[in-house]
């Protein structure tokens, strides 16, 4: 099964920035919706952003909105997370996945081709 892969993680000051990318080598993202998830420890999985595959409709829950921005570079074949202002509560491991039916329609257990995702730390 083909896995995407994120990169860009790191450790940041609470107030910093950092960009994460998700590309695949055997998969075309734009033919897809992708979502961005993150999980802190002891804590579950949630989703942060997506983007539709068609219109590039973009969604945010409200703890990220107006901090996170999600793109993509079709050219590129990867889709971007601009994390600003960043917390410590936005530590953890971000993830992305593909949404098969490009709406960001579907429940977070149907997102498939997800990576190993990359560690994000927020702290002083």
């Known amino acids: 099964q083909v896995q995407l892969v994120e990169s860009g993680g790191g450790l940041v000051q609470p107030g910093g920035s950092l960009r994460l990318s998700c590309t695949a080598s055997r998969l075309s993202l734009e033919d897809y919706a992708i979502g961005w998830f993150r999980q802190a420890p002891g804590k579950e999985r949630e989703g942060v952003s997506c983007i539709h595959s068609r219109d590039g409709t973009t969604y945010y829950p409200d703890s990220v909105k107006g901090r996170f921005t999600i793109s993509r570079d079709n050219a590129k074949n990867t889709v971007y997370l601009q994390m600003n202002n960043l917390k410590p509560e936005d530590t953890g491991t971000y993830y992305c996945?593909?949404?098969?039916?490009?709406?960001?329609?579907?429940?977070?257990?149907?997102?498939?081709?997800w990576g190993q995702g990359t560690q994000v730390t927020v702290s002083s």
């Open positions: 996945a593909t949404d098969p039916t490009g709406s960001c329609s579907v429940r977070m257990h149907e997102f498939g081709s």
